[in-house]
Nanobody
Framework: VQLQASGGGLVQAGGSLRLACAAS??????LGWFRQAPGKEREFVAV????????YLTESVKGRFTISRDNTKNAVYLQMSSLKPEDTAVYYC??????????????????WGQGTLVTVSS
């Protein structure tokens, strides 16, 4: 089982980036994104669940980030807009099958991508 993330980079505040994560080896109920800023713990960003592709986002990114998945490609995407310097972090995609009440906890995801760095300059 493997998750391969891509799409990070350097962008100015107010700009946009799109992250992608391709999963292989199995499918997941939950495909999501977490991030970890320097000196901070890994935090939940967004997740999309199947069936139905219902999405859940942390409050600080609502209205700016959109998460989606393509089940035919076993992939998840994070469209980030109106980026702020505080969005700077390593972003990790994650896969798991935990029930809804546990989707925001990193420990509930057994599979992780390698991380992709997003840097937002002011």
């Amino acid at each position: 089982v493997q998750l391969q993330a891509s799409g990070g980079g350097l962008v100015q505040a107010g700009g946009s980036l799109r992250l992608a994560c391709a999963a292989s080896g199995r499918t997941f109920v939950n495909l999501g994104w977490f991030r970890q800023a320097p000196g901070k713990e890994r935090e939940f960003v967004a997740v999309v669940r199947r069936p139905g592709s219902r999405t859940y986002l942390t409050e600080s990114v609502k209205g700016r980030f959109t998460i989606s998945r393509d089940n035919t490609k076993n992939a998840v995407y994070l469209q980030m807009s109106s980026l702020k310097p505080e969005d700077t972090a390593v972003y990790y995609c994650a896969g798991g099958d935990v029930i809804l009440s546990g989707i925001r906890e990193a420990d509930n995801y057994p599979y992780w991508g390698q991380g992709t760095l997003v840097t937002v300059s002011s």
